[in-house]
C-alpha cells in the first residue's frame, strides 16, 4: 500500500474549553487521543507543539477561537473506522450536541495521502472547501460515499 487515509473534522464549541459544560469533553481529550495513538493502523495526529491536542491550536476556519479542528492519518479506512466507531470515541460522536454547536456545512472529510506524506492544515482546509464546491470525490469524501487510495468508488 502507497497511500495512507488523511482526515480532517472541524467543530464550534458551545462554550470555552475551561467552561464546567465542557469538564466532561475537556476531560477526555488525552485519554481518546492516546487511544488513538494506541490504536491498529495509526500514523499520526495533529498537535501544538507542546504536544497538546489540536483543539487548542488556532484554527484557520475561524478567528474567533470556539473552533475545534482535528486532523490525523491512518494505514487504512478500517483501522480509522474501527477507531472511530468502535471505541469510546464512538460516545463522544453520538453525544456531540452536549459540547459542541452546528456549524452548517461540512465539518469532515477524508483523503488518500502518500505513504510519506503529512497533511496541513491547509490541505485540510483545502479538502473542507473541495468538498463543499464540488461533493464527494476522489479528493475528497466522508464515509457516505467511500473512494480507494486508486480514485474508485468502494461499496
Known amino acids: 500500500m502507497n497511500h495512507y487515509l488523511?482526515?480532517?473534522?472541524?467543530?464550534?464549541?458551545?462554550?470555552?474549553l475551561g467552561d464546567r459544560s465542557m469538564k466532561e469533553f475537556v476531560d477526555f481529550l488525552?485519554?481518546?487521543n492516546k487511544l488513538a495513538e494506541e490504536s491498529e493502523g495509526f500514523i499520526w495526529r495533529l498537535k501544538d507543539e507542546d504536544g497538546l491536542p489540536s483543539s487548542y491550536l488556532p484554527s484557520p476556519f475561524e478567528d474567533d477561537g470556539m473552533m475545534a479542528m482535528n486532523m490525523s492519518v491512518?494505514?487504512?479506512m478500517d483501522s480509522f473506522k474501527n477507531f472511530v466507531y468502535g471505541t469510546v470515541h464512538s460516545y463522544f460522536?453520538?453525544?456531540?450536541?452536549?459540547?459542541?454547536?452546528?456549524i452548517g456545512k461540512p465539518y469532515f472529510v477524508m483523503w488518500w495521502v502518500a505513504k510519506n506524506e503529512i497533511p496541513t492544515i491547509q490541505e485540510g482546509k483545502e479538502k473542507l472547501d473541495l468538498y463543499l464546491k464540488v461533493g464527494p470525490s476522489p479528493q475528497a469524501f466522508t464515509f457516505r460515499e467511500l473512494f480507494d487510495a486508486q480514485g474508485l468508488p468502494m461499496t
Open 74 to 76: 491512518w494505514e487504512n
Open 30 to 32: 488525552e485519554p481518546v
Open 6 to 16: 488523511a482526515q480532517i473534522n472541524i467543530s464550534r464549541f458551545k462554550a470555552p
Open 93 to 102: 460522536l453520538k453525544n456531540k450536541k452536549q459540547w459542541f454547536e452546528p
